[in-house]
């Protein structure tokens, strides 16, 4: 997002005769206020860079969901549960390919619907400027404070709209996320609640296991229905400068340019949530000024001429929050993430421990071996763990501004040309490493300087692991008197984040990996066993926390013990280089217009005021911060930490604006015709005052 800040067609236009005055002394000022307003256009390009190719277009009767990535109307995003399953297009298919999957958002498995999202970007502006030049102790030498008191209000236009299919309304079946069945009415029931940080309502179930299982809400990402709005200072700039040529006809200069942090940092809270200013940095940089009378009258009452400034400018590292995906995988951060510990170590809420799993690739569970870990009672959203605290600066900013002025008795009128562009965000971290094991393999994971990985290491350290749509329960099957009691639960290791290549990155946004339709809490199929978990191996108990000898007892896929269940061997646990480290980069074309108008109030000062407006075009690259484009050698297992793509993404815009001003000289002339607050030739009309 472009600071305000960031804006020196704001101080070139109606700057023309007031500022960078020729031989003046001792001394002048210039005071100008502006009222101004900035408002977003092509909602599609930002929903685009918010959600890549998941945005789809509805149809007018709302009886299709239409692909459109990047493309127009697409305003759509499509939610389903597991009951569907069969992709649109199939024999008998009711799945939306690009539907989010319902079962991550706590929603019941017979959900579906579709939210609409129209976002925009509208700010009040107040830029004010002083500006004194100083030929008494430099000649050319001159001080600008500047600063702009912003209100912005970011509008995602958020509504849901729930598809009525003639569904069986249910909940999910025991071993899914709980012990026991949840039924329809104790989940949410609305996207809305969950996108606005609501859980489940766990306190009524019967099952006092099940009554401990956390479901964290979505702390970061949220999207909210209403208008969320901020005021502030955005960034509270000096530039210390010298016309270093300066003649009557031209002028090049230099200046130095810092910023201090008056702007509040970014909040990770909402996806869309409102920045002002360079997001709380400070800021050092310099540049340009020049110009050139092209063409004037003989009395110089009239002129064309050429302006131009540019500044590069250096973000200063600061400590800033970020939310990520996971690579390969766009808008991970909005699914589903398991908690685990060590096998045979889970607090069991009735007393004791869980008891140990194995697995084997054969049904005798005494050839089982133990998977290290099993589920730890704990769900949360991904974004809950891939937003993360560092240092950031950034590449250089450049912001470029030229335009042509024709001024004429007090009137005056620009056209002109606004280039701006950050080249990306930098990241700074002390080099970390951290060591996993899975029961068979240890992996060591290294953090390189650029990067988030300290916090990245805290997040992960308690073995998360995707979801997906495995059952996190098994029950124990057929018992002799000193194994647990048959249908006892069982916590297990099923995990669903294995990234084997580009066709197979374990469980996405849309779908989990068994795509099992959950017709019913009470009914399991022999399909329903964790058949697609990570190196999935049948499941048994190996020992029980209340006895010395192995047990060697089956795990079953639900109480009625219909068939054994699998898990994951190994597992596949979450790190932190599978955290899609991308970062933008931003460049608009900002084309601008301004009518000036300039009276003498006086000998000494003059007021002047204009209208202006803008348009400004963001250049966006064909891809999305959120599209997991990576190359395949940074997937998880490369120990080598690197910053993924930098996105290209770019607010485009219009604007329009009201600003005046006052200019006080320091001196008192003996002319008239000297105080033409126009850019002229004024060692001409000097000496046509003296011949008077």
């Known amino acids: 997002m472009r600071s305000v800040g960031w804006n020196r067609m704001r101080l070139l236009v109606g700057s023309v005769g007031h500022e960078h005055q020729y031989d003046v002394t001792p001394s002048y000022v210039v005071l100008n206020g502006t009222l ?48 569907y399953q069969e992709v649109w297009g199939t024999c008998g298919g009711d799945r939306n390919a690009n539907a989010w999957l319902a079962d991550y958002f706590y929603l019941p498995p017979s959900y579906q619907g579709y939210v609409t999202l129209e976002p925009q970007v509208a700010s009040w502006l107040m830029p004010l400027e ?55 009415s104790n989940l949410l029931q609305t996207f809305e609640s969950y996108i606005g940080g609501s859980i489940p309502n766990t306190c009524q179930l019967s ?88 063409w004037q009258t003989e009395n110089g009452e009239s002129h064309l001429g050429f302006y131009l400034d540019g500044m590069v400018s250096y973000i200063l590292p600061s400590r800033q929050q970020r939310t990520f995906d996971l690579k390969l995988r766009p808008n991970s ?46 769900y949360a959203p991904v974004a809950n763990l891939t937003t993360i605290r560092a240092n950031v600066n950034s590449d250089p900013v450049v912001d470029l501004a030229a335009m042509l002025n024709l001024s004429s008795y007090g009137w005056s009128f620009d056209l002109g040309y606004n280039f701006w562009a950050r080249f990306g965000e930098a990241m700074i971290n002390p080099t ?43 029950f124990a099957g057929p018992a002799t008197p000193e194994q647990p009691t048959e249908g006892t639960p069982v916590p297990l290791s099923a995990t669903q984040g294995l990234v084997q290549d580009y066709d197979n990155i374990g469980s996405t946004i849309q779908n989990g990996l068994n795509k099992i339709v959950l017709k019913s809490t009470t009914v399991c ?62 460049m608009s074309h900002r084309f601008f217009a301004h009518i000036h108008h300039t009276r ?60 005046c001003g006052i200019t006080f000289n320091g001196f008192e002339p003996t002319n008239k015709e000297i105080l033409t607050p126009n850019r002229k030739n004024v060692s001409e009309a000097l000496k046509r005052a003296q011949l008077m």
């Open 36 to 83: 101004a307003y900035n408002s977003s256009y092509k909602t599609e390009q930002i929903l685009y860079n918010l959600f890549g190719c998941d945005m789809v277009h509805i149809t007018p009767d709302g009886s299709n969901f239409l692909q459109a990535c990047n493309g127009e109307h697409a305003h759509n995003i499509v939610i389903q549960g597991s009951d």
């Open 130 to 184: 002083f500006y004194i030049g100083i030929d008494s102790l430099y000649p050319g030498l001159y001080l600008r404070v500047y600063g702009t008191l912003t209100h912005t209000s970011w509008r995602a236009n958020f509504s849901e709209k729930l598809i009525d299919t003639n569904q069986t309304a249910h909940g999910y079946p025991a071993g899914y996320f709980s012990t026991a069945a949840i039924p329809d």
């Open 207 to 294: 099952n006092a296991i099940d009554k401990e299982i956390i479901f964290q809400p979505l702390n970061y990402s949220r999207i909210s229905r209403s208008t969320r709005g901020k005021t502030a200072f955005a960034d509270l700039a000096i530039d210390l400068g010298a016309d270093i040529v300066q003649e009557s006809m031209h002028y090049l200069g230099i200046y130095l340019r810092g910023v201090a942090p008056t702007s509040p940092k970014r909040d990770p809270s909402y996806l869309f949530e409102p920045t002002i200013g360079n997001g709380g940095h400070w800021e050092a940089g310099g540049g340009i000024v020049l110009s050139r009378i092209l």
């Open 333 to 378: 951060a909005y699914t589903l993430a398991a908690r685990f510990e060590s096998n045979g170590q889970v607090a069991n809420p009735e007393g004791g421990t869980f008891p140990a799993i194995g697995a084997s690739t054969s049904a005798d569970p005494d050839n089982a071996s133990s998977p290290g870990h099993q589920f730890a009672l704990e």
């Open 432 to 474: 970390l490493s951290t060591t996993t094991t899975d029961g068979t393999t240890s992996t060591t994971s290294s953090a390189s300087n650029d990067l988030y990985n300290a916090q990245a290491l805290t997040n992960l350290s308690q073995q998360w692991t995707l979801k997906g749509d495995a059952r996190m329960f098994g």
């Open 525 to 586: 199929g022999e399909t329903d066993i964790n058949d697609k978990v990570d190196n999935a191996n049948l499941a048994s108990i190996v020992s029980n926390p209340s006895e010395t000898q192995p047990v060697g007892q089956l795990l079953m896929n639900c109480p009625a013990l219909n068939y054994q269940i699998k898990t994951s061997f190994p597992m596949r646990q979450l790190l932190p280089d599978d955290i899609d480290f991308v970062t933008t980069r931003s």
């Open 600 to 659: 003498d109030k006086g000998d000494n000062f003059t007021v002047h005021g204009g209208i202006g407006g803008f348009v400004e075009l963001g250049m966006n690259d064909n891809a999305s911060p959120r599209s997991g484009l990576v190359e395949m050698n940074d997937l998880a297992g490369n120990t080598t930490f690197g910053i993924g793509e930098k996105i290209r993404v770019a607010l485009t815009q219009w604007g329009v604006w009201f600003k």
